[in-house]
T-cell receptor, first 113, second 113 residues
Framework: DTGVSQNPRHKITKRGQNVTFRCDPI?????LYWYRQTLGQGPEFLTY????????KSRLLSDRFSAERPKGSFSTLEIQRTEQGDSAMYLC???????????FGEGSRLTVL | QKEVEQNSGPLSVPEGAIASLNCTYS??????FFWYRQYSGKSPELIMF????GDKEDGRFTAQLNKASQYVSLLIRDSQPSDSATYLC?????????????FGTGTRLLVSP
């Protein structure tokens, strides 16, 4: 088991472009979370999946953000028409059932110019 | 009022001293409380969790919970320079049970040799 894997690790894009991040969770984990973290702040919840079902999406999340987890394995987070305010570290975490022990990936850092 | 509040620090302690990190939360329905450690440029990792009022010890770490005061703390005994990191308090969302964690902004700890 190699832990939670996220790609790409860094992404620099121009405002208005679309970006997609991928997360491969620990294989036996059925829950997958996306968080966003900016400098000096704690992780902010975005959305989470149990198996392939997206069970909750943050009310703060714009419609430009969409996430999927086909077949309950890897997940993708897409941001459409990026804005400078989207610049952040996007963290993926997985866990088994309702454990509070989240295993985080190394994150995908987004810079929007 | 933020859901989970922490003093951002930095909290500076000399090597060998006790570091005391504090956290308050607003949701009385929260049942589970976690401390994550995040080294600079790295992802958070779980170091302690506590569910019941009182103290829970694990090596040099002690978590303390007082649900009546909505207060949770982390004590680090015999602090080492390698303990220098940001400590994130996380609380389960009481409205949804164990579904997701809400993080504080973190307290930066600096342990000087």
């Amino acid at each position: 088991d190699t832990g939670v894997s996220q790609n790409p690790r860094h992404k620099i894009t121009k405002r208005g472009q679309n970006v997609t991040f991928r997360c491969d969770p620990i294989s036996e984990h059925n829950r997958l979370y996306w968080y966003r973290q900016t400098l000096g702040q704690g992780p902010e919840f975005l959305t989470y999946f149990q198996n392939e079902a997206q069970l909750e999406k943050s009310r703060l999340l714009s419609d430009r953000f969409s996430a999927e987890r086909p077949k309950g394995s890897f997940s993708t987070l897409e941001i459409q028409r990026t804005e400078q305010g989207d610049s952040a570290m996007y963290l993926c975490a997985s866990t088994f059932m309702s454990s509070g022990e989240l295993f985080f990936g190394e994150g995908s850092r987004l810079t929007v110019l | 009022q933020k859901e989970v509040e922490q003093n951002s620090g930095p909290l500076s302690v000399p090597e060998g001293a006790i570091a005391s990190l504090n956290c308050t939360y607003s949701d009385r329905g929260s049942q589970s409380f976690f401390w994550y450690r995040q080294y600079s440029g790295k992802s958070p990792e779980l170091i302690m969790f506590i569910y019941s009022n009182g103290d829970k010890e694990d090596g040099r770490f002690t978590a303390q919970l007082n649900k009546a005061s909505q207060y949770v703390s982390l004590l680090i005994r015999d602090s080492q320079p390698s303990d220098s990191a940001t400590y994130l308090c996380a609380v389960n969302d009481g409205r949804t049970g164990f579904q997701k964690l809400v993080f504080g902004t973190g307290t930066r700890l600096l342990v000087s040799p």
